[in-house]
């Protein structure tokens, strides 16, 4: 099992750039994330999707948008990109159990730098 | 009261000694408990779960929850080198995405 995926890995835009970032993950896992994290910053959720189908805002979902695209893809989709989005953007999955082991596992990560 | 907080260290600890990192949560995430290290550049990797009061051991790493006085903490012993990493800890509150705290770089000096 490949387990998270993210593509790219690295990417460079200018500013008013638009991209997706991709993720897909093999362990049918119901719930998936999109995180950032800035030094210092720790890990800040942009947005989440429960279950296919669902997706809601995390703590700073401006100038980001997600797809569920089915039970194994989410994408982030940065309409047009800013400087303040540069940052290394980490995908995660977990299985959201109700009695809670919500472990969560992540992707290797999207660093990417907007000028 | 942030929901989980950590001190960011460093955390400097020679080799072989015991390392311990402590984490402090509030109400809201107390079901159960996540350790994740992170490598620098690199994702943060589970290392441990642990969801009811107690100790729990896997190796070399103890994790232990102490519900009363609302911490949860990490034992690595015999540290080496190659512990020296940042450690997440998270916490769940059932149904919402975990919660995170910032972490404590921990810096194991041979």
Known sequence: ?115 | QKEVEQNSGPLSVPEGAIASLNCTYSDRVSQSFFWYRQYSGKSPELIMSIYSNGDKEDGRFTAQLNKASQYVSLLIRDSQPSDSATYLCAGDSGNTPLVFGKGTRLSVIA
């Open chain 1, 1 to 115: 099992n490949a387990g998270v995926t993210q593509t790219p890995k690295f990417q460079v835009l200018k500013t008013g750039q638009s991209m997706t970032l991709q993720c897909a993950q093999d362990m049918n896992h119901n719930s998936m994330y999109w995180y950032r994290q800035d030094p210092g910053m720790g890990l800040r959720l942009i947005y989440y999707s429960a279950s296919e189908g669902t997706t809601d805002k995390g703590e700073v979902p401006n100038g980001y948008n997600v797809s569920r695209l089915n039970k194994r893809e989410f994408s982030l989709r940065l309409e047009s990109a800013a400087p303040s989005q540069t940052s290394v953007y980490f995908c995660a999955s977990s299985e959201a159990r109700l009695a809670g082991g919500n472990e969560q596992f992540f992707g290797p990560g999207t660093r990417l730098t907007v000028l």
